[in-house]
């Protein structure tokens, strides 16, 4: 099993910058990709950028030019620093950790983040 513990959410007003981080624990090992997603009231949970082993990244277009993901493999955490941040950022962010084999999937409690106009 694996464990993970987002941290890092607040409010912050228009343009401000959040920096979210999600420490995994447990059965770590294998832990190929590592991800956050949100979640606005009222709508789906939406990929917002994900890092694997490799270092390669993905990112949603919304966020693209203003949220990095990075990943500290030693310390079993991933980050999204935040910049520029908008309304429509509000959200839960969830932490998200996916093994290849066995296929496993894991998730946070998430983390709210606020953004004022």
């Known amino acids: 099993q694996v464990q993970l513990v987002e941290s890092g959410g607040g409010l912050v007003q228009a343009g401000g910058s959040l920096r979210l981080s999600c420490a995994a624990s447990?059965?770590?090992?294998?832990?190929?990709?590592m991800a956050w997603y949100r979640q606005a009231p009222g709508k789906q949970r939406d990929l917002v950028a994900s890092i694997e082993l490799s270092g390669d990244k993905n990112y949603a277009d919304s966020v693209k030019g203003r949220f990095t993901i990075s990943r500290d493999s030693a310390k079993n955490t991933v980050y999204l620093q935040m910049n520029n941040l908008k309304p429509e950022d509000t959200a839960v962010y969830y932490c998200?950790?996916?093994?290849?084999?066995?296929?496993?999937?894991?998730w946070g409690k998430g983390t709210q983040v606020t953004v004022s106009s």
């Open positions: 447990g059965s770590t090992f294998g832990l190929n990709t």
């Open positions: 998200n950790a996916r093994r290849s084999f066995p296929s496993s999937m894991y």
